[in-house]
Antibody, heavy 117, light 110 residues
Framework: EVQLVESGGGLVQPGGSLRLSCAAS????????MHWVRQAPGKGLVWVSR????????SHADSVKGRFTISRDNAKNTLYLQMNSLRAEDTAVYYC??????????WGQGTMVTVSS | QSALTQPRSVSGSPGQSVTISCTGT?????????VSWYQQHPGKAPKLMIY???KRPSGVPDRFSGSKSGNTASLTISGLQAEDEADYYC??????????FGGGTKLTVL
């Protein structure tokens, strides 16, 4: 069974940093593109970042460019999102998702990030 | 990267059909055949219902169908059931390996 389990969320002060992890199982992790998508409380889905299967190619939404970095460790079947210079507007549930082509297909249950003083 | 435009809400009675629209531009919806649709129940993770405009993943009922004309994509749900009540989001490839989502549509089954 395909499983994606996010972790690393929590409460952080504005300007702080956090690293999210997404542990993958039940499929050949190194064969798939991966995505991070976030959802602010009561709001819609927003694409954040994407990484290709070998980790060489990445892309980020303009709203996080220069502050967030997506990466992966295929030996550990784990996806990461390093988030720096966090702002109140980054408060959201962060989901990791496996890609089918460019499309997020299977999603994890999400981890909550709250940026507040 | 402006969000795609969806109606805030739609409704229908059990057994009826409803269509949710998703309007973008020639830089996203109109430029690529990579439109997907997600269903999200309260407190749950999104579930992929349609990808590549009209393809259904394994396990998704054929009551769900997708189409596209110009810069507007559509999700049609026929034979509406109570469990279809949820939020629905469209998503499109927007070039340069980026994606853009719609604002979401709340479907109410009357």
């Amino acid at each position: 069974e395909v499983q994606l389990v996010e972790s690393g969320g929590g409460l952080v002060q504005p300007g702080g940093s956090l690293r999210l992890s997404c542990a993958a199982s039940g499929f050949t992790f190194s064969s798939y593109w991966m995505h991070w998508v976030r959802q602010a409380p009561g709001k819609g889905l927003v694409w954040v970042s994407r990484i290709n299967s070998d980790g060489i190619s990445t892309s980020h939404a303009d709203s996080v460019k220069g502050r967030f970095t997506i990466s992966r460790d295929n030996a550990k079947n784990t996806l990461y999102l390093q988030m720096n210079s966090l702002r109140a507007e980054d408060t959201a549930v962060y989901y990791c998702a496996r890609g089918v082509g460019a499309t997020p297909s299977v999603w994890g249950q999400g981890t909550m990030v709250t940026v507040s003083s | 990267q402006s969000a795609l435009t969806q109606p805030r809400s739609v409704s229908g009675s059990p057994g009826q059909s409803v269509t949710i629209s998703c309007t973008g531009t020639s830089s996203d919806v109109g430029g690529y055949n990579y439109v997907s649709w997600y269903q999200q129940h309260p407190g749950k993770a999104p579930k992929l219902m349609i990808y590549d405009v009209s393809k259904r993943p394994s396990g998704v009922p054929d009551r769900f169908s997708g189409s596209k004309s110009g810069n507007t994509a559509s999700l049609t749900i026929s034979g509406l059931q109570a469990e279809d009540e949820a939020d629905y989001y469209c998503c499109s490839y927007a070039g340069s390996y980026s994606l853009v989502f719609g604002g979401g549509t709340k479907l109410t089954v009357l």
